[in-house]
């Protein structure tokens, strides 16, 4: 993810132009939602958000006191621009270009950090945990949404450039090789991954089928939210995690 120019693309397999740009993200409103009823109740007042894309999931906070929306790649960061210009006015809002590879870090840590399918992008996932650190305040939370397990690692995951996919083991081994201390680790969507499997292991789909998507969408997403509340889901899509920076920053990996 050197090359910033087309680096959304290249994760995603989702352009930045014309309709699919304007569309992206749409065919899936109740997943966001979901992702966001998951993610919300570990951020503070102030929230940055990491490979944000088009800014989808950020569009749904409400009430912050500042929002820090970024993505390595320019024109994704253009585009979020043009979102949140025309969209909200409550709170500090700023959109700007992030640099995970080359260490950026906020001059004013803020509460939270927000990354969804951004850490199986590096080889050295501890080293960006301990990077976003630096842009938290003491005692402040990583909340981190990453693809789970192995065995649905498919060629898609090989052309989006995922390093690896994640067991709840796996990933609160990075965020403690990284100083940090491990809050919650745990799978979602275990429908989403029985899907994920048959579709793109069994059937060796190139990328996930937008018409599925929006069926998953409407029929499973409100099922999965039932099992992940009252079951101890064993299996999932992904895997969610909260990592807590230390009170005293010294004690986080430099």
């Known amino acids: 993810m050197n090359d910033a120019q087309g680096a959304f693309t290249r994760a995603t397999g989702r352009g930045l132009e014309g309709r699919e740009a304007e569309s992206a993200g749409a065919d899936k409103p109740r997943y966001r939602r979901y992702q966001f009823d998951l993610i919300a109740p570990h ?96 005692g402040g939370t990583i909340v981190l949404w990453v693809p789970g397990y192995q065995s649905l690692y498919s060629d898609f995951d090989r052309k989006v450039g995922h390093f690896r996919r994640y067991t709840p083991k796996t990933l609160r081994d990075a965020i403690q090789r990284a100083g940090l201390g491990c809050e919650l680790a745990r799978p979602v969507n275990l429908l989403g991954g029985l899907a994920w499997w048959a579709a793109m292991r069994l059937g060796r789909a190139a990328a996930p089928n937008s018409g599925a998507v929006g069926v998953y969408d409407r029929v499973i997403v409100p099922v999965t939210r039932v099992l992940d509340r009252f079951l101890p889901v064993p299996f999932g899509q992904s895997i969610l995690a909260v990592a807590r920076v230390p009170a005293e920053q010294g004690t986080s990996r430099d």
């Open 43 to 138: 951020c503070g007042a102030g929230v940055l958000e990491v490979g944000a894309g088009l800014g989808e999931f950020s569009s749904q906070f409400s009430g912050l006191d500042r929002l820090v929306v970024t993505d390595v790649d320019p024109g994704a960061v253009t585009l979020m621009k043009e979102r949140f210009t025309a969209g909200k006015t409550a709170g500090e809002i700023e959109v700007r270009q992030f640099d995970l590879d080359a260490g950026d870090r906020l001059d004013r840590p803020v509460d939270s950090v927000v990354a969804i399918n951004v850490l199986e992008h590096f080889e050295d996932d501890a080293d960006v945990l301990a990077s976003l650190a630096r842009s938290v305040v003491p």
